[in-house]
């Protein structure tokens, strides 16, 4: 029985195969324009579109079909509205240049805007001058791969995101370089969804944004020089790892921000020239292990009401402040990191510091309740006050240490050259 279905749905499959076919559209062809060419096709054909400028406007795709581009095609929507509108299952967009997205105040004007889709790929495409890049709404299982997405607005008012998505599931986004956006990618309400290999950079606000999006996954991914680096925010079960977090600067700017987050993993991922590695607020059961912090402001600064979490096998290299802690209470775990602050001895040479390690300096303390101080920050003062405190704490949590502070680095494998 179970042979026949299957040999009826591979026939089925065959004489769709075999019914469908290519529309090519070009300047000197029986079809000249995108919409003439999906208003005649069929579901499962292909529209191929050849070399040539094609200046179109709410392209509305509403049935199973491939559109495909061939070389320096490039669809051109004279800063009029949206250009690509799909609402179909099963489509594949590959190969486009779309460029000059229209800007509105009230409506999502995108290159690529998808609604209520599953089952799609959105690949090979160059988006340039948009609003928004690619925006998808209430759709599942798509791949989003290799597209380059960029705009040139100057503020967050005037500027959409490069990959926008609101209620997705099972969504893979990989190999997409974003630049002069507000934010280079932007997730709200998905779930079991994965980005990785992205580069975003020069971005208005954020280089990644995760909004109640719930058992997700982000790795070997750069960020890099965006307004505030990365947000992670009223979000669960976030998986983080082997990402770079580079040269995000400014007087409110961090590598990673992390807001009433629970139960992630924070893992090999390299901050390197943040004003702050990570700053954290309201983030419980968290796991940060085999992290670089490098060269930054703070390495970490935590705020209230983060409780449980554990700081293993870290290195923090050369940072102005290693930990700002922002609470009386603890119950976060540091234990066998290195600390380049670090100035205890390993008489027994088992690689481990003989005397605990306190992260958490007077002068940090200092500067957390008065940010001018921070001009003191090289000077013999700043050694003294944290001496003492170091002697008889009493403004710092007296057991927030590490117990067991390595003497020489846990990660040796990144690459941690400038990227200026």
Not at 166 to 193: A, P, Q
Not at 235 to 259: D, E, P
Not at 333 to 360: A, H, Q
Request: proline share 2%; aromatic share 12%; hydrophobic share 40%.
């Amino acid at each position: 029985m179970k042979y026949k279905i299957w040999l009826f749905f591979f026939f089925i499959f065959i004489a769709f195969a075999v019914s469908a076919k290519q529309i090519v559209v070009c300047q000197s062809c029986e079809v000249k324009t995108i919409k003439e060419a999906i208003k005649m096709a069929k579901e499962g054909d292909e529209i191929l579109i050849k070399k040539g400028v094609y200046k179109e406007q709410d392209i509305v795709i509403d049935k199973p079909i491939s559109l495909i581009g061939e070389k320096d095609v490039v669809i051109d929507g004279n800063n009029v509205g949206g250009i690509l509108i799909i609402q179909t299952n099963n489509f594949k967009i590959k190969g486009l240049k779309i460029i000059n997205v229209g800007l509105s105040y009230t409506i999502e004007y995108a290159a690529i805007k998808v609604i209520k889709a599953n089952d799609f790929i959105i690949e090979d495409c160059v988006m340039e001058n948009v609003f928004f890049g690619i925006l998808i709404e209430k759709s599942k299982r798509g791949i989003i791969r290799n597209n380059k997405i960029s705009s040139n607005r100057k503020n967050e008012a005037s500027s959409g995101n490069g990959i926008h998505i609101w209620s997705g599931e099972e969504i893979e986004v990989y190999k997409n370089e974003m630049f002069g956006l507000r934010d280079g990618i932007y997730f709200e309400f998905v779930k079991n969804s994965i980005v990785h290999n992205n580069l975003s950079y020069n971005n208005i606000r954020y280089g990644l944004h995760f909004m109640f999006s719930n058992n997700n996954m982000y790795h070997h991914n750069e960020f890099r020089n965006n307004g505030a680096g990365v947000a992670v925010m009223f979000s669960k079960f976030t998986v983080m790892h082997h990402n770079k977090f580079r040269l995000n600067w400014g007087s409110a700017s961090y590598g990673l921000l992390l807001k009433e987050i629970y139960d992630a993993e924070i893992h090999d991922n390299l901050f390197e020239q943040n004003t702050i590695g990570i700053n954290a607020e309201g983030s419980t059961r968290i796991n940060y292990k085999n992290n670089t912090f490098l060269r930054n402001g703070w390495a970490i600064k935590i705020s209230g009401a983060c409780y449980s979490n554990i700081f293993m096998n870290n290195d923090f290299m050369s940072n102005s402040l290693d930990l700002a802690y922002n609470s009386n209470i603890n119950d976060n775990k540091f234990d066998n990191n290195y600390w380049s602050e670090y100035t205890g001895y390993d008489l027994d040479k088992n690689g481990i510091g003989d005397v605990p390690y306190r992260p958490v300096k007077l002068f940090s303390y200092i500067v957390n309740k008065t940010p001018e101080a921070l001009i003191l920050l090289r000077s013999l003062f700043v050694d003294i006050i944290n001496f003492s405190e170091k002697v008889s704490p009493v403004f710092t949590p007296d057991d927030l240490m590490d117990n067991h502070p390595l003497m020489k680095r846990a990660i040796t494998n990144f690459d941690t050259q400038r990227n200026d």
